[in-house]
């Protein structure tokens, strides 16, 4: 299994601000996801990260709202952008190999006030 | 599309007990995985199980095992022996198997059983 960080951990922020969110992943991995998951609610997948290319984006999110950049095989970064109280969620970012499950890292509490 | 159903919001069980949480699913796929994953109140997604649809035999970690009935795309979690530590909420996810010029990997995920152990 792969050992994953994300900075912060938690954060309240004021509407129209932005807020970037990191992922570090202990080893290289092929591919990185960023999910949200809203209060009480189960985990939607936001995007696929990819090296080195435009991030994936599931239906209903856009690149403008939520960029995504992923420099290198063991870091990702998601961005909020121009937040709203809906945003407020958890964050979270995982990791997998083709044919093998994926690991979550520990999530990033997000308060819009 | 596929999509995944967990029809027990929560779930009660005393310690030591047995108790089995349900998932369905649906897909027309043949080739897949499916996984059940912890969420305890430090929000930690943990793996606790995997199945891989063209084994038969059930899969077991420790306390947990699956019941995995294809022909009914059905996936339960049995955990025996149930401990405060077993609190938490439980997803089902479905994953069709990768391939390298085709499907994204991801995960689809069932709504969640909340499941409290009691001492």
């Known amino acids: 299994s792969a050992v994953i960080s994300q900075k912060p951990s938690r954060d309240i922020c004021q509407r129209g601000t932005s807020l970037t969110i990191q992922c570090q992943v202990d080893?290289?991995?092929?591919?990185m996801f960023w999910y949200r998951q809203q209060p009480g609610q189960s985990l939607t997948l936001i995007a696929t990260?990819?090296?080195?290319?435009?991030?994936?984006?599931e239906s209903g999110f856009v690149i403008d709202k939520f960029p995504i950049s992923r420099p290198n095989l063991t870091f990702s970064t998601l961005t909020v952008s121009n937040m709203s109280p809906e945003d407020s969620s958890i964050y979270l970012c995982?990791?997998?190999?083709?044919?093998?499950?994926?690991?979550f890292g520990p999530g990033t509490r997000l308060t819009v006030t | 599309a596929q999509t995944v159903t967990q029809s027990q919001p929560e779930m009660s069980v005393q310690e030591a007990e047995t108790v089995t949480l349900s998932c369905t699913y649906d897909?027309?796929?043949?080739?897949?995985?499916l996984f059940w994953y912890k969420q305890p109140p430090s929000r930690q997604m943990i793996l606790v199980i995997r199945?891989?649809?063209?084994?038969?035999q059930n899969a077991t970690e420790n306390r947990f095992s699956v019941n995995f009935q294809k022909a009914a795309k059905s996936f339960s979690l049995k955990i025996s022996d149930s401990q405060l530590g077993d609190t938490a909420m439980y997803f089902c996810?479905?994953?069709?198997?990768?391939?390298?010029?085709?499907?994204?990997?991801?995960?689809?995920f069932g709504t969640g059983t909340l499941l409290a152990v009691q001492p």
């Open positions: 897909t027309s796929e043949n080739n897949y995985y």
């Open positions: 995982s990791v997998a190999h083709p044919y093998t499950e994926q690991y």
């Open positions: 996810a479905f994953k069709p198997r990768a391939n390298y010029g085709g499907a994204t990997n991801k995960l689809i």
């Open positions: 080893s290289q991995v092929t591919m």
């Open positions: 199945q891989e649809a063209y084994k038969q």
């Open positions: 990260a990819n090296q080195g290319s435009e991030a994936t984006y």
